[in-house]
C-alpha cells in the first residue's frame, strides 16, 4: 500500500467507525501499543477535521496479558497504557496495524476487561494476513493480504517510520533451526 492507499484507508475507517452511531462521541477509540496508536490518532485526527467530533482515545499495550510473554527469550518491552475515560458501557474500536494468529487481540480484550466493561468491542486492522490460531476476525480491515508463513508485513507510519506504507518481505531462514 502507497502513502495514498493508506490516507484513503484512513478516511474510510473514520466513516465506518461513526456510521452507526447517532453521536460520534460514543465510541472510544484504543490504539494498540506502537504502531495502532498512531494508525488510531490518524483516524481521530480525520474524524476531528471532517465530522467535527472528538471521540475519546486511549493507548493499550498487552505485554502482561499476552500468553507467551513469559516464554519469550528476551525481555518484554512494556509500553504506556493510557485510558483516560470509563470503558462502563462504551462501544470500545481497538486499532492495531496487522491481524495475523489473533493472540494480541485476544490478549487486548483480557487488558480491556481489567479496566471496566464496554458495552461492544470491535477491532481495525491496516492489514490481515491470514494464519489464524484463535477464532477472532476484524471489523475493519484496510486490506486482506494472503502470505506465506516465512512471511512478514510491515506496516510504516510516518511518525515513526518516516513513510506511510504497506509491504510485505519474506523474512530470511533461521539457521539454528
Same mark, same amino acid.
Given at each position: 500500500?502507497?502513502?495514498?492507499?493508506?490516507?484513503?484507508?484512513?478516511?474510510?475507517?473514520?466513516?465506518?467507525?461513526?456510521?452507526?452511531?447517532?453521536?460520534?462521541?460514543?465510541?472510544?477509540?484504543?490504539?494498540?501499543?506502537?504502531?495502532?496508536?498512531?494508525?488510531?490518532?490518524?483516524?481521530?485526527?480525520?474524524?476531528?477535521?471532517?465530522?467535527?467530533?472528538?471521540?475519546?482515545?486511549?493507548?493499550?499495550? @498487552?505485554?502482561?496479558?499476552?500468553?507467551?510473554?513469559?516464554?519469550?527469550?528476551?525481555?518484554?518491552?512494556?509500553?504506556? *497504557?493510557?485510558?483516560?475515560?470509563?470503558?462502563?458501557?462504551?462501544?470500545?474500536?481497538? @486499532?492495531?496495524?496487522?491481524?495475523?494468529?489473533?493472540?494480541?487481540?485476544?490478549?487486548?480484550?483480557?487488558?480491556?476487561?481489567?479496566?471496566?466493561?464496554?458495552?461492544?468491542?470491535?477491532?481495525?486492522?491496516?492489514?490481515?494476513?491470514?494464519?489464524?490460531?484463535?477464532?477472532?476476525?476484524?471489523?475493519?480491515?484496510?486490506?486482506?493480504?494472503?502470505?506465506?508463513?516465512?512471511?512478514?508485513?510491515?506496516?510504516?507510519?510516518?511518525?515513526?517510520?518516516?513513510?506511510?506504507?504497506?509491504?510485505?518481505?519474506? *523474512?530470511?531462514?533461521?539457521?539454528?533451526?
Amino acid at each position: 500500500m502507497t502513502e495514498e492507499d493508506l490516507n484513503r484507508t484512513y478516511m474510510r475507517f473514520a466513516h465506518q467507525f461513526l456510521e452507526p452511531f447517532d453521536d460520534p462521541t460514543q465510541p472510544a477509540i484504543i490504539g494498540m501499543q506502537t504502531r495502532g496508536v498512531h494508525m488510531g490518532r490518524r483516524i481521530l485526527e480525520i474524524i476531528e477535521d471532517k465530522f467535527g467530533a472528538k471521540p475519546d482515545f486511549g493507548v493499550l499495550d @498487552v505485554t502482561f496479558y499476552r500468553d507467551d510473554f513469559r516464554t519469550k527469550l528476551k525481555m518484554p518491552e512494556v509500553q504506556i *497504557t493510557e485510558i483516560p475515560f470509563d470503558l462502563y458501557n462504551r462501544d470500545v474500536i481497538l @486499532v492495531d496495524d496487522v491481524l495475523y494468529t489473533g493472540r494480541t487481540v485476544r490478549s487486548a480484550m483480557d487488558a480491556l476487561m481489567a479496566y471496566g466493561r464496554p458495552r461492544s468491542i470491535k477491532f481495525c486492522c491496516m492489514v490481515d494476513r491470514g494464519h489464524r490460531e484463535l477464532p477472532v476476525a476484524a471489523d475493519y480491515v484496510g486490506m486482506t493480504v494472503p502470505t506465506y508463513e516465512r512471511e512478514e508485513v510491515r506496516v510504516k507510519v510516518k511518525d515513526l517510520d518516516g513513510e506511510d506504507a504497506v509491504y510485505v518481505v519474506e *523474512t530470511p531462514e533461521d539457521d539454528n533451526e
